[in-house]
């Protein structure tokens, strides 16, 4: 089950990454941008975790926000699973996140930039095999 499950996962990066869809976004000031890549240039970057990293509880989430906070959605099977607001302090942020999941190896990961930006990263990431 896991197989098939991380196979799924791994087709569906592949597929975001020949898309082309996995490009840095640059946001002009009042447009707002999703993207599955860690970074909107200028505005938000998620330098941990990154795309298809295992993220057991307890992780980290870290970055860099020209946003004095940050937001964080983590999910699973369409289910809210972990979410919270992060401070940022001279541009950098930081959090450990627990949480629990008992449903899904596939794992969605979105951070946002609650400003007149609205930028939104979206990062998929997988939960480990448990044994």
């Known amino acids: 089950m896991f197989i098939g499950r991380a196979s799924a996962l791994i087709v569906g990066m592949l597929t975001v990454l020949a898309a082309g869809c996995a490009s840095s976004t640059t946001v002009d000031g009042d447009a707002a941008a999703t993207t599955v890549e860690g970074v909107v240039e200028g505005l938000l970057t998620v330098t941990s975790p990154e795309i298809g990293d295992v993220f057991p509880s307890p992780s980290n989430i870290t970055g860099e926000s020209s946003s004095p906070t940050v937001s964080y ?3 699973a099977g369409g289910m809210v699973i972990a979410e919270g607001t992060i401070d940022v302090i001279d541009r ?6 627990e949480f629990t999941n008992t449903c899904c190896i596939e794992m969605t990961l979105e951070v946002l930039q609650p400003d007149d930006t609205g930028s939104t990263l979206v990062i998929p990431l997988a939960y480990p095999e448990p044994g």
């Open 73 to 75: 959605v983590l999910s």
């Open 92 to 97: 950098k942020f930081s959090t450990t996140v």
